[in-house]
């Protein structure tokens, strides 16, 4: 503990590069993510700005905190389009927007993110080895959507109010 202290409060970045890439492959994202935040504004617009922003992204995954993920790999697609990463974060993005998503009893607006995200990418990478799995969430996502209506006119009907149903089921 006292030398990752160390290696925090040190002007080496080189090397706590090396030790949040370390961090990251054993799989200790808290650690790994404290030194790649540290490490954001020294390497930007680099190859290892690239590097590190993708493995923050995936940091913010593997510990399920899809909102931050989704964030820092949209912002990945945006900070580095031409990267080899920038369709595998694409589609990260969308998954995660669809990770985000809640069930059909709740508000969709996260549903709508996503299926937009997912839209988004199935038309930048037509020929994604992905496109297959985005195209299935989409269907799952639109799946919801029709769900939530269903309840809700149906919640119009038992409450005897026809109309209303009837409105919402257009």
Known sequence: CNDFNRLVKSTDNEMKCEVAVDYFE????????????LL???????????SITYKTAQCYFYQDDFEIAGYYFNRFVQTYPFSKDAEKAAFMSA??????????????TDTHTAIKRLKSFIEQYPNSDS????????????????EKDYNVCRL?????NY?????SSV
């Open 163 to 167: 109309s209303a149903a009837i409105t």
């Open 40 to 50: 954001q504004a020294a390497f930007r617009n680099t190859p290892k700005g690239e």
């Open 156 to 160: 119009f009907y038992r409450m005897e």
């Open 95 to 108: 998954y995660c927007s669809y990770r985000v998503s809640p069930d059909a009893g709740l508000d969709q």
């Open 131 to 146: 496109l297959n799995r985005a195209q299935n969430l989409l269907t799952e996502l639109n799946d919801k959507l029709e």
């Open 26 to 37: 054993r799989g200790d994202y808290n650690h790994a993510l404290q030194l790649f935040d």
